[in-house]
């Protein structure tokens, strides 16, 4: 099985209101869908999200990234891990471009084999509680977020945090006083405090019964994270210092986090996501299966993932929740704070939008 083809296409969706956190402000939605064709007349789809201020991708970076792929792929044999190979070697930045290429090949392995991808990568469970974010918004707004959060079946509530130690605290009792004690909660600082700051706030907001902090320091601030971790009743989770399997590896060699958030435009798709998880459960480290603000595609390929491998503790994947249209056809099934995956072959959702 041949690729025939590989396309392309810009995106622009209007969102529901600007999704703000510590890092920067998404007022938009901007992005590529992918169409990959084979020689037997299987297509696949996948979605490309650049995300300058996490990831570094922007909409340049990826059209020229997704340019070269769709004539240096084209008559190549379709075997996942070559062709991330491939890409690598051709972009050595590609992040949410390869991503969407190799989404795209994993849809077509779904259709030709006729099985829901998550039972095709392993199939360790059907559905997934998803938490929902509240964002970086005062105590009164976050309250109201929280309200209707709630009113939607959200069981699981992810803070972002970020302004100062007062106004968090103030965001988390806000958020908490509202759900009652039975739902779950973690908290996302994005990088954006110091050591001592983030074990400051722990010791404040663990009253409040979180599940774990996330990213509390700057990236490339292991140490930093690790004195968090040793200085905090709360775990800690790896966000955006873990992006490739040598960042988990130093963050392991620290002992710097319990948990780690595996994202596909973060790590460039699903074979590298794959490779995380696998060894993350190596080193006893659960996951989280994360995203950016996509579409139902980007969002469903990171449902399949973490429904098919036992080391997925967690999933957030909301990102779809923010726009004014769906942009795809199909796709997961939010229900009661469950993620249900779509049964067809495949991922299971397709673009809008003609090719």
């Given at each position: 099985m041949k690729i025939k083809s590989l396309e392309y296409k810009k995106i622009n969706i209007e969102m529901k209101k600007p999704f703000k956190i510590a890092l920067g402000s998404t007022d938009f939605?901007?992005?590529?869908f992918v169409k990959v064709t084979t020689d037997n007349g299987l297509s696949g789809y996948g979605e490309a999200i650049p995300t300058p201020f996490i990831t570094g991708d922007t909409m340049g970076s990826v059209e020229s990234e997704l340019s070269i792929f769709s004539q240096a792929l084209k008559g190549l044999e379709l075997s996942t891990e070559a062709l991330n190979e491939r890409m690598k070697a051709l972009a050595r930045s590609s992040k949410a471009s390869r991503a969407a290429v190799d989404m795209a090949f994993y849809d077509i392995l779904g259709k030709k084999a006729d099985l829901p991808l998550y039972i095709l990568l392993g199939g360790y469970r059907s559905s997934m509680k998803t938490s929902y974010t509240v964002d970086l918004v005062d105590a009164p707004h976050a309250k109201v977020q929280a309200k209707e959060l709630l009113d939607d079946g959200v069981e699981f509530f992810k803070i972002k945090l970020g302004k100062s130690v007062t106004e968090d605290y103030e965001r988390v009792k806000a958020v908490r006083e509202v759900i009652g004690p039975e739902h779950s909660i973690c908290v996302d600082f994005n990088q954006s405090y110091s050591p001592k700051k983030a074990v400051e706030l722990s010791?404040?907001?663990?009253?409040?019964?979180?599940?774990?902090?996330?990213?509390?320091?700057?990236?490339?601030d292991v140490k930093g994270m690790k004195f968090v971790r040793l200085n905090s009743s709360i775990p800690v989770m790896a966000d955006e210092a873990v992006f490739t399997l040598a960042d988990l590896s130093n963050?392991?060699?620290?002992?710097?986090?319990d948990y780690v958030n595996i994202k596909l435009m973060k790590c460039g798709g699903i074979t590298d996501a794959l490779k995380i998880v696998k060894a993350a459960q190596v080193f006893r480290m659960p996951c989280m299966m994360g995203c950016m603000v996509?579409?139902?595609?980007?969002?469903?390929?990171?449902?399949?993932?973490?429904l098919a491998q036992p080391n997925f503790a967690y999933t957030d994947l909301d990102g779809f929740s923010s726009l004014k249209e769906p942009g795809v056809s199909g796709g997961l099934d939010f229900v009661k704070g469950i993620?249900?995956?779509?049964?067809?072959?495949?991922i299971g959702a397709t673009p809008i939008m003609a090719f």
């Amino acid at each position: 099985m041949k690729i025939k083809s590989l396309e392309y296409k810009k995106i622009n969706i209007e969102m529901k209101k600007p999704f703000k956190i510590a890092l920067g402000s998404t007022d938009f939605y901007e992005g590529y869908f992918v169409k990959v064709t084979t020689d037997n007349g299987l297509s696949g789809y996948g979605e490309a999200i650049p995300t300058p201020f996490i990831t570094g991708d922007t909409m340049g970076s990826v059209e020229s990234e997704l340019s070269i792929f769709s004539q240096a792929l084209k008559g190549l044999e379709l075997s996942t891990e070559a062709l991330n190979e491939r890409m690598k070697a051709l972009a050595r930045s590609s992040k949410a471009s390869r991503a969407a290429v190799d989404m795209a090949f994993y849809d077509i392995l779904g259709k030709k084999a006729d099985l829901p991808l998550y039972i095709l990568l392993g199939g360790y469970r059907s559905s997934m509680k998803t938490s929902y974010t509240v964002d970086l918004v005062d105590a009164p707004h976050a309250k109201v977020q929280a309200k209707e959060l709630l009113d939607d079946g959200v069981e699981f509530f992810k803070i972002k945090l970020g302004k100062s130690v007062t106004e968090d605290y103030e965001r988390v009792k806000a958020v908490r006083e509202v759900i009652g004690p039975e739902h779950s909660i973690c908290v996302d600082f994005n990088q954006s405090y110091s050591p001592k700051k983030a074990v400051e706030l722990s010791g404040k907001i663990e009253k409040f019964g979180i599940e774990f902090l996330e990213q509390p320091v700057v990236r490339d601030d292991v140490k930093g994270m690790k004195f968090v971790r040793l200085n905090s009743s709360i775990p800690v989770m790896a966000d955006e210092a873990v992006f490739t399997l040598a960042d988990l590896s130093n963050v392991v060699y620290e002992e710097a986090a319990d948990y780690v958030n595996i994202k596909l435009m973060k790590c460039g798709g699903i074979t590298d996501a794959l490779k995380i998880v696998k060894a993350a459960q190596v080193f006893r480290m659960p996951c989280m299966m994360g995203c950016m603000v996509e579409t139902k595609l980007a969002n469903t390929a990171g449902l399949h993932v973490a429904l098919a491998q036992p080391n997925f503790a967690y999933t957030d994947l909301d990102g779809f929740s923010s726009l004014k249209e769906p942009g795809v056809s199909g796709g997961l099934d939010f229900v009661k704070g469950i993620n249900h995956p779509p049964k067809e072959g495949g991922i299971g959702a397709t673009p809008i939008m003609a090719f």
